[in-house]
């Protein structure tokens, strides 16, 4: 007996399926969901005939682009070719301890005030010691530490950062292999936290290379190092951001990086997908001392420069003019007639250097170095500090409205700075009120009439602390060299200068300000009436 295939349409439970309602667009929009996943799709819907949704003009521009975008599928050939070269640092450090004002010695094996000291107070454990310190016995600060670096050369020449081997008697490396070998100290660079080491004992190790190029935002970037002692540790992120300024010296140009960065990685190198270290993790950004996706990495550019220069000699010369600058703020900008708030202002050169040889004066804006404009005064400390003694240079200058240009020999930046004492305050201004300058708010007097003002300008008395000068920092015994770039010497100058200001239809006025052992200007807005 042949058995039938039965038609179910004929049982009395049988219901009719519904005519989908899913319309052809809507089918059509499914399968270019689905075709992400490379799945092919024929149309839906009442025509007979076949639709292949991946030939339309619009899915295949979209498609093109996407493929131009590489997508990540891991870093481990990048991390196996890398890592090598990467090295664990570690620190021993012997000194005598200092007592603090109770006569208790005090912990910290730290120069107060040093790079080292600053970093472990802020990101160390108990008493400004790291995690993996250890303290030695009173009397004495014998301790240890880690830190990360990589080599630079086959024959064992190897970068970390200053404040990893600052002070060290004894460093030793740990290699990839876990391999140790001693090192020495070749020179350090305290302003860009540098430091260059040789490491003993070996003449083939595995080295990186630092990157031509430079990284752009959102290029991908590896950290590798020996957070908390855990050594061949690779982390993965993005440039989060260039040209940092954090506040750690007039050469700060970092590059901000949101890969995981933690104690111990200080001195380790941060890879861009070629297996270049474009960067050197030097500090982190955090509450807790832990990563919170902000660290910061010393430019490749600025490594470069600096190694040769520990490498040949063990020191690091810059480029000097001998000035104090400051930024071209909106409203100063706006008192020296600039269009554009760019450029160096000049607050005062320091007698017989390069700058005052040369003829350059205070409210002088240094506009461009060799041709290449300035944008603001920490890009002109970069440059100038970036260029060898002994170079001719060639500044753009505007000089009371006029732009000239100035010729000159650069000097060497000393290595300190001599410090110029405040003076007290309490010695000035106690028997002479001085006149009132109401429409800034301030009471001032002849410099020469109140003890310890000095003989030049006036010297302010009193401050209202509603005014517009308090707002800019004004205070009592600042001392009013000059205003709107003349020479005052009483209130009824003062008053004039701002009168010609006002009359200039000026919106705020320049003031050339003293103000314990330095100068600055300060732009103050003029009111109106």
Do not use: C
Not at 218 to 245: E, H, K, M, Q, Y
């Amino acid at each position: 007996m042949t058995e039938r295939p039965i038609d179910l349409s004929s049982l009395p439970s049988y219901r009719r399926p519904r005519r989908s309602l899913l319309s052809a667009r809507k089918m059509a929009l499914m399968a270019s969901v689905v075709a992400g996943l490379g799945v092919a799709i024929y149309g839906f819907g009442p025509s007979a005939s076949s639709v292949d949704v991946f030939t339309s003009p619009a899915h295949a521009q979209v498609n093109n682009e996407v493929r131009k975008v590489e997508k990540p599928v891991g870093f481990a050939d990048i991390v196996e070719r890398v890592k090598p070269s990467v090295i664990s640092v570690k620190v021993n450090i012997t000194q005598k301890l200092a007592k603090d004002d109770s006569g208790d010695e005090d912990s910290s094996p730290f120069q107060p005030g040093s790079p080292m000291e600053r970093f472990f107070r802020r990101f160390g454990g108990p008493d400004g010691l790291p995690p993996g310190m250890r303290g030695g016995p009173r009397g004495r600060g014998a301790v240890t530490g880690q830190g990360s670096g990589f080599f630079i050369s086959a024959d064992g020449y190897a970068v970390t950062n200053n404040h990893v081997v600052d002070g060290a008697d004894k460093v030793e490396v740990t290699t990839d292999d876990g391999k140790t070998f001693s090192a020495k100290v070749i020179g350090t660079d305290a302003r860009t936290d540098l430091a260059l080491i040789k490491v003993e004992g070996g003449s083939n190790f595995p080295f990186a290379k630092l990157s031509d190029g430079k990284p752009r935002i959102g290029d991908w970037v590896l950290a590798v190092g020996n957070p908390f002692g855990l050594g061949g540790t690779v982390t993965a992120g993005i440039v989060s951001a260039s040209g940092r300024d954090i506040g750690n010296g007039p050469y700060d140009d970092f590059i901000q990086i949101d890969a995981p960065v933690n104690k111990g990685n200080s001195g380790g190198p941060a890879f861009n997908t070629e297996g270049e270290v474009m960067g050197v993790n030097t500090a982190i950004y955090s509450p807790s001392g832990g990563s919170v996706g902000i660290a910061f990495s010393i430019p490749a550019a600025t490594v470069k420069n600096i190694v040769a220069q520990l490498k040949d000699k063990g020191t690091v010369s810059r480029g000097w003019i001998g000035v104090q600058i400051q930024p071209v703020t909106t409203d100063i900008a706006d008192s020296l007639g600039l269009k554009k708030a760019e450029g160096a202002l000049v607050a005062e050169p320091q007698a017989n250097g390069p700058a005052a040889k040369a003829g350059i004066e205070s409210g002088d804006v240094i506009t461009a170095v060799n041709g290449e404009t300035v944008k603001d005064a920490r890009e002109l400390a970069r440059t100038i500090g970036g260029l060898a003694p002994g170079n001719a240079v060639k500044l753009n200058v505007l000089h009371k409205g006029e732009d000239k240009i100035v010729n000159l020999t650069l000097g060497q930046l000393p290595n300190t700075l001599e410090a110029k004492a405040d003076k007290d305050d309490s010695d000035r201004g106690s028997a002479t009120r001085g006149t009132d300058v109401p429409k800034l708010g301030l009471t001032v007097a002849p410099a020469n009439s109140v003890a310890g003002a000095g003989k030049d300008g006036v010297v302010v008395t009193e401050v209202d602390p509603k005014s517009a000068a308090a707002e800019r920092g004004f205070k009592e015994g600042d001392v009013i060299l000059e205003v709107a770039g003349k020479s005052v010497a009483s209130a009824g100058d003062v008053r004039d200068a701002i009168n010609g200001a006002r009359t200039d239809n000026k919106n705020s006025v320049l003031m050339r300000v003293k103000s314990g052992g330095s100068s600055r200007f300060v732009a103050v807005p003029l009111a109106k009436g």
